[in-house]
């Protein structure tokens, strides 16, 4: 079964500062790894995914995130930090099969402060 | 990118009434919705699984007959809840896959249902 984990419930960060938010995933096969943000009442937005090709993914709004295959990690990171970046933050991963569901990680709360 | 679309935003009704909620893609084709719950600050469970003119497969422990969902066309499917309780009450978003972006899910704004 496939599975991701987060391993925080929030992430706090000063504005103009670099934030990393964690991802770990566990598949079978090669992965298609995702980031999602949602704000308050919202549905989820995406922000970039990786599929194949470079292990550095570049997204939305700044943000970036790498693929490390050896360390099963997808971590998210912007290079400098803005309060408007302040939401919750999902990764998921599916399998490459077609069929295969995706899946969630708990989420993590950023939280920039000015 | 690809847009779905749910209505209501919101809804509040009362216990033991049925609600309807409706998922639209809107500039694709979606052969496969899927329909997730969230409770507050936690992460979205999976509900369900539609395609295009087939039944829904639900997940393990969601009750098909309280949950219907529809999928009749290509850019429609809905969740009914029915008989509501006020356990019911959660954000509901629904997501949806074509045929030319199998590798993607494009969300919905969600669905907040609060049952009275």
């Known amino acids: 079964a496939q599975s991701v984990a987060q391993p925080e419930d929030q992430v706090n960060v000063a504005e103009g500062n670099p934030l990393t938010v964690k991802c770990t995933y566990s598949v079978s096969g090669n992965p298609y790894l995702f980031w999602y943000v949602q704000y308050p009442n919202r549905g989820l937005q995406f922000l970039l995914k990786?599929?194949?090709?470079?292990?550095l993914v570049k997204g939305s709004y700044g943000f970036e995130a790498e693929f490390n295959k050896s360390q099963t990690s997808f971590h998210l990171k912007k290079p400098s930090a803005l309060v408007s970046d302040s939401a919750l933050y999902f990764c998921a991963v599916r399998g490459n099969n077609a069929g295969n569901m995706l899946t969630f990680g708990g989420g993590t709360r950023l939280m920039v402060k000015p | 990118g690809a847009v779905v679309s749910q209505h209501p935003s919101r809804v509040i009704c009362k216990s033991g009434t049925s609600v309807k909620i409706e998922c639209r893609s809107l500039d694709f084709q979606a052969t496969t919705m899927f329909w997730y719950r969230q409770f507050p600050k936690k992460s979205l469970m999976l509900m369900a699984t539609s395609n295009e003119g087939s039944k829904a497969t639900y997940e393990q422990g969601v009750e098909k007959d309280k949950f219907l969902i529809n999928h009749a066309s290509l850019t429609l499917s809905t969740l009914t809840v029915t008989s509501a309780h006020p356990e019911d009450s959660s954000f509901y978003i629904c997501s949806a896959r074509g045929a030319q972006t199998v590798h993607e899910q494009f969300f919905g704004p969600g669905t907040r249902l609060t049952v009275l």
């Open positions: 990786y599929i194949t090709g470079d292990n």
